[in-house]
């Protein structure tokens, strides 16, 4: 049979972010045969620096990959640039075909697919992703702090970003895009000193190639340098639905859901980074991805010892 002529490693991680390459790099430190297929789609490409990462802060996203790309190959860790297409179950564990039709097998799989931002059709919102238009002020704050901050309605915990962001400047706008604000929300504002601006919001104000304000429905113009807006975080999972993981809805998008250890239900699977914690950032994501990775070798080593006693008790049993 074909898959009986295959190399079958250990684990391969899907995903080469920072979780899939803190996994990667654990295995390959435990003497694992790992693959990371990473397809290179980064969420965090449009920023120019990673901000909170102990000794690392201010790098490049694309540097911190690829000085975790070097620390895996270094211990062993083979890394294949493709786009998984589908993974399914098998006599060895699973296959993970690639668009390129290529296979590889495994006895165990770590998703570390990450998430995509789903963002409000607004113009100019996209453009601007990553720019002067951000989510986080643990990872963007300090960059724009007293800045003029205009914060915009797009999800259940705006009026939170709004509060996060105000710590960092002291003007600080609230743009309602015609959504309901409860009256505690409404008092949390005013007594922050967050001006409330009702209406709808039609677009970005872009002049020369920078922020310049929020254009409202109207079309006047509020004045801004920053614009925060929660996304709509969802999970990749739809190449793993034929192994039986589904993402599970949250009120701020999507996660594959698993225990404490990044088990998931499929047996053989786990999960680490922000597929899972929809919060994470790039230093909790990539220790979790070392957590699940710990966990998950224990799981092999486990299932070696158990067939060296096999192998042992049927040996003496023959005697």
């Known amino acids: 049979m ?8 250990d684990v391969v991680v899907v995903g080469g972010g920072a979780a899939g390459l803190s996994a990667a790099l654990i295995l390959a ?30 790098l490049s996203p694309l540097e911190v990959l690829e000085r975790g790309r070097d620390e895996v190959t270094r211990y062993g860790g083979e890394i294949i640039s493709a786009e998984v297409a589908d993974v399914s179950c098998t006599s060895l564990g699973f296959a993970v075909m690639m668009r390129d039709g290529a296979v590889v097998h495994a006895c165990r799989l770590l998703i570390a697919t990450g998430l995509v931002d789903e963002l409000p059709d607004i113009a100019g919102l996209r453009q601007r992703w990553g720019r002067d238009v951000l989510h986080c002020p643990y990872h963007h704050g300090w960059e724009v702090r007293d800045h003029a901050i205009g914060v915009l309605a797009t999800g259940p915990m705006s009026v939170h970003q709004a509060l996060l962001f105000r710590q960092l400047s002291n003007d600080v706008r609230y743009f309602t895009r015609d959504q309901d604000l409860s009256d505690q929300d409404r008092v949390k504002l005013q007594a922050l000193g967050i001006a409330v601006i009702a209406g709808g919001v039609a677009g970005l104000e872009i002049v020369e190639d920078r922020l310049a304000g929020v254009r409202l429905d109207d079309d006047r113009v509020v004045p801004v340098e920053t614009v925060a807006a929660a996304s709509r975080m969802v999970a990749r999972a739809e190449v793993l639905a034929g192994i039986g993981i589904t993402a599970t809805q949250h009120p701020v998008g999507s996660f594959i859901a698993a225990d404490e250890t990044g088990r998931t239900s499929v047996p ?8 899972t914690d929809l919060a994470a950032q790039v230093g909790a994501a990539a220790a979790d991805g070392a957590r699940a990775a710990a966990h998950l070798n224990a799981d092999l080593v486990a299932e070696d010892t158990d067939r060296a006693v096999a192998r042992l008790t049927n040996a003496e049993s023959l005697r």
């Open 29 to 58: 430190r435990s003497r694992r045969r790992v693959t990371v297929v990473d397809a290179g789609a980064r969420r965090n490409a449009p920023a120019q620096a990673v901000h909170g990462l102990l000794a690392l802060d201010g």
């Open 2 to 9: 074909v898959e009986q002529a295959e190399i079958v490693r």
């Open 268 to 275: 053989g699977v786990w999960v680490a980074g922000n597929a």
